[in-house]
């Protein structure tokens, strides 16, 4: 993904995450997710091995449907990642022709298309904003050693999460 596709997602985020007054630590996404006009159900038996997946279900609803074998770490990425395909790729709430042209389309968080790297990407700068990320690094920080268990655990993502996202970020190295 170029720096011009990953600047948009996280400047998306960012406006996503004003618009409807998210404090950042996030601490109940699924809350979030109802203000929008949406839903959450757990589904047993997905056909392959996805977490989660988004589709729309009425004019201004959408559905997302998760796996019930995840922490909630791991569940909360899930969500955020499903929203990711819900204003990048569905237009809710960014492109109504987009929106107004999904059918029965169920996007799913599995594999490695462009388009789930960009949710994941959504999924990041929506959970850990690039402001609060840089600044709890710091107040995590010891020298040049950063606690990512502290900076994970202020986020309520997982390590791996918090790492990917400094790393990407470009404030971790590998």
């Not at 009425?58 to 499903?82: G, L, M, V, W, Y």
Request: hydrophobic letters at 40%; one cysteine or more; charged letters at 25%.
């Amino acid at each position: 993904m170029d720096a011009l596709t990953k600047r948009y997602i996280n400047d998306l985020a960012q406006r996503i995450l004003s618009v409807y007054q998210i404090t950042i630590p996030i601490t109940n996404i699924e809350d979030i997710v109802r203000r929008m006009g949406g839903y959450i159900e757990e589904k047993y038996g997905f056909d392959d091995l996805c977490d989660g997946t988004i589709r729309k279900v009425e004019a201004d609803h959408f559905c997302i449907a998760i796996s019930p074998f995840q922490n909630e770490q791991r569940k909360a990425f899930t969500i955020a990642h499903e929203l990711g395909h819900l204003f990048l790729h569905m237009g809710y709430g960014t492109d109504r022709k987009l929106w107004e042209e999904q059918d029965e389309t169920v996007y799913r968080r599995f594999g490695t298309s462009n388009q789930e790297y960009q949710a994941n990407e959504f999924a990041a700068a929506f959970l850990m904003p690039i402001d609060v990320y840089k600044q709890k690094l710091e107040e995590y920080s010891v020298g040049d050693k950063v606690d990512i268990s502290k900076v994970a655990d202020y986020f309520n993502v997982s390590i791996s999460a918090a790492s990917n996202r400094g790393k990407f970020l470009g404030y971790l190295v590998w």
